[in-house]
Every structure is written in structure tokens, then in C-alpha cells.
């Protein structure tokens, strides 16, 4: 469960109709800008990372994420989703344009029609129509959930390793900074899910821990020459006030955030409560196997002075009925809890700034 955020992640296009528009072949090309290559329909076994050159930074268009904020801020308090158009050259992934996906009353057999036309109109117009990723808001930073998970990793399939997700928070943004986050699947988790074995051993066996799970990768924003003159020209003539940044009322932010952080303590202590019943199982399924070869071995040992055939004293089916809780969830909520850290850290540190500054200003006064 999401603490505070509605389930926002679109319905999911298949393979072949999600990644571009009909007629845009883009392998037939010799050109360094390329779109994200569609892997094979059946993956099974196959490496998507093979052979693909991870991008290190994505390039985000002003306009691209003007259309971000504005349909985030636009459905508050509700989250929404949508698609990032763009292309990967040179190792960057060139986001240039977006549009949101259907709202969650809207999400029909109609999903698929809706991005192919959507994809359709911007190569008409000849803009950028290939699919990159997608983006989401989020409330308090909340977005290392199952839904998040299972949705990138099926763009990630679909689109190859280099998809990514933005991640904007209006909240943390209505606090004078711009929090948007670009994040994609590691290939170790990658390979771990797509195997389904969310064990404690294969997490050991693979290094899977809450900090491997999805990886960051920078930001940067770019626009256009003319809008970069525009906007050198008119810096020194429109003075913005930012005296809202020395306002000390951030109890509200960080309140909030020690809520969701405890109501996740309990989502874990939950998680934790069950992988101990399972543990107890265990042993008293390993206490019951110990006693049963005993038997068995007490009566081969009768069986061998009679010359009778002997009884197995193995069963390697004996503990198929205890199974291991999955532990995907434990680990997304660890991972949801050190953002919570990470946030309370933050501005509990821009807090002690601000209170610092006003103890001396009100010392000369």
C-alpha cells in the first residue's frame, strides 16, 4: 500500500504498440540519434542489457516538463501519469516531449488506440514520437511501491534497458525547489524479478538490497536558444521575491513524513512478523524430519538383520509445504523508508539554518 498516494501507474500498452508510432523504423537508420530498440516479444532468457550502452544523464526539455508540472498540479490532490517521448544519442536520453496518459475512471481496451494516436499527431506535426519512459507524481516522495515496480519493469522489457521513470513531487516542490527524479531497474533486480525468486537467499546470492533496487540518474535541463536568450534578457529585470524560503514552517513537511515514516514501520513490522511464522514452520518441519529419519534408519537396521529391502531415508519432498514469504515487499519498504530518512535529514537541516539566521537577526535588532 502507498501511504497518501492514489494508484497512479497507467494501464500498460503491449510491446510492439507502445514504443512508437506505425512506420517508424528506426534500426534501418546510421544515425548516432536513435529511439529505444524494442527487445524481442519473448524474453525469456535473454539479456536485454546485452550489448546496449547505458545512458548516464537525461536531457529534459523546459517544455517537456512545463507539460510535467502542469498536469501534475492540475489534479492535485490525486496522482497522475503519463509518457515521455525523446531519443538516446550519445549515451543521453533527450526527453522533448510528453503527454498524459487516461485517467484511472477512463482505462479501457481504449488505452492502446489512445497512445498510438496520441504518437501518430506529434510525428504529423514532426515532433519527437518515439516512447522513452514515463512519468508519475508523487506525495511526500512515495514511489517505491509494488505497482511502480512491476509497470518499470515492464517498460524496461518493452522499450530496452535505458526507460526511465521521472518521479515529481509537488509537495516537496512547493517548498522552493524542484524535486523530479529520473530512475530506472538495476540489472541485478532486473534479473531477480524477472526469475520471481524474492527469497532471502537469492537476495544474498545476487547482492539485492533496498539501495540496489532502482538506480538515479542526473538531470538536466535544457531549452531552446531563442528561449535562453529570452531568458537571459529578462533575469535582471524581473526581481522575484524569496523570502518565502526563510519561512520556518516546515513542521507540516516534516510531520508528515514521520507520519508515513512509522505507518511503513508497521507495513514492516507486519512483513517481519510473517517471515517469522515462516521460520517457525521451518523448524518445526526440519525438528519432524530429524525424528522421521531416525525412525527410518531404527528400522533399516532391523530390516538389514532380517535381510529385507530398506526404506529410503531421504524425502526431498518433505518441506515443499512450508514456503518462503516472498520478501519484495520487506525490501521496497526499507527502500520507501530511507527516502523518508533522506527527506526528514534534509530539511531538518535547512530548519536549523533558517533558525540560526533568525537568532542573528534578531540579536542586531
Known amino acids: 500500500m502507498a501511504w497518501g498516494l492514489a494508484d497512479t501507474t ?12 506505425p512506420g517508424n523504423d528506426a534500426s534501418g537508420s546510421s544515425s548516432p540519434v536513435r529511439a529505444l530498440a524494442p527487445v524481442p516479444e519473448s524474453t525469456e532468457g535473454v539479456d536485454i542489457f546485452e550489448g546496449v550502452n547505458p545512458v548516464t544523464s537525461v536531457a529534459l526539455e523546459g517544455v517537456a516538463l512545463l507539460q510535467i508540472i502542469k498536469h501534475c498540479h492540475e489534479s492535485l490532490p490525486g496522482g497522475v501519469a503519463g509518457s515521455l517521448l525523446g531519443m538516446d544519442k550519445d549515451q543521453v536520453l533527450e526527453v522533448t516531449n510528453s503527454f498524459p496518459s487516461l485517467p ?9 488506440e489512445y497512445q498510438l494516436d496520441m504518437m501518430k499527431s506529434l510525428r504529423e506535426v514532426g515532433m519527437d514520437n518515439n516512447k522513452v519512459g514515463w512519468y508519475q507524481s508523487v506525495a511526500m516522495g512515495t514511489f517505491c511501491t509494488a505497482s511502480f515496480i512491476e509497470h518499470q519493469y515492464q517498460n524496461q522489457k518493452a522499450l530496452g534497458p ?15 525547489s524542484l524535486s523530479l527524479r529520473a530512475v530506472r531497474l538495476t540489472k541485478a533486480f532486473m534479473d531477480t524479478y524477472r526469475s520471481g525468486a524474492f527469497t532471502k537467499e537469492s537476495f544474498a546470492k545476487t547482492d539485492i538490497r533496498s539501495a540496489t533496487v532502482v538506480e538515479e540518474i542526473p538531470v538536466e535541463l535544457r531549452n531552446s536558444d531563442i528561449v535562453t536568450c529570452w531568458l537571459h534578457q529578462t533575469k535582471d529585470s524581473v526581481s522575484a521575491s524569496s523570502f518565502e524560503r526563510l519561512d520556518l514552517a516546515t513542521n507540516a513537511y516534516l510531520e508528515n513524513s514521520l507520519k508515513n515514516m512509522s505507518l511503513w514501520a508497521d507495513e514492516l513490522a507486519q512483513e517481519h512478523y510473517k517471515f517469522q511464522g515462516f521460520e517457525r514452520a521451518l523448524s518445526k518441519q526440519r525438528a519432524a524430519y530429524q525424528q522421521w529419519q531416525n525412525r527410518q534408519r531404527e528400522e533399516n537396521k532391523v530390516r538389514r538383520e532380517n535381510g529385507d529391502k530398506l526404506v529410503p531415508e531421504e524425502d526431498p519432498n518433505f518441506f515443499k509445504s512450508v514456503n518462503q514469504p516472498s520478501r519484495l515487499e520487506s525490501l521496497l519498504i526499507t527502500k520507501q523508508m530511507n527516502t523518508y530518512c533522506e527527506h526528514i535529514n534534509r530539511y531538518a537541516g535547512k530548519s536549523i539554518q533558517k533558525l540560526f539566521l533568525a537568532a542573528k ?3 542586531n535588532e
Not at 535505458?162 to 522552493?176: F, M, Q, R, V, W
Open 104 to 112: 484511472s475512471s477512463e482505462r479501457r481496451k481504449g488505452t492502446d
Open 10 to 21: 497507467p494501464t500498460l500498452a503491449p510491446a510492439a504498440t507502445a514504443v512508437a508510432a
Open 162 to 176: 535505458n526507460a526511465i521513470c521521472l518521479i515529481y513531487d509537488s509537495a516537496e516542490t512547493s517548498k522552493g
Open 361 to 363: 537577526v534578531h540579536q
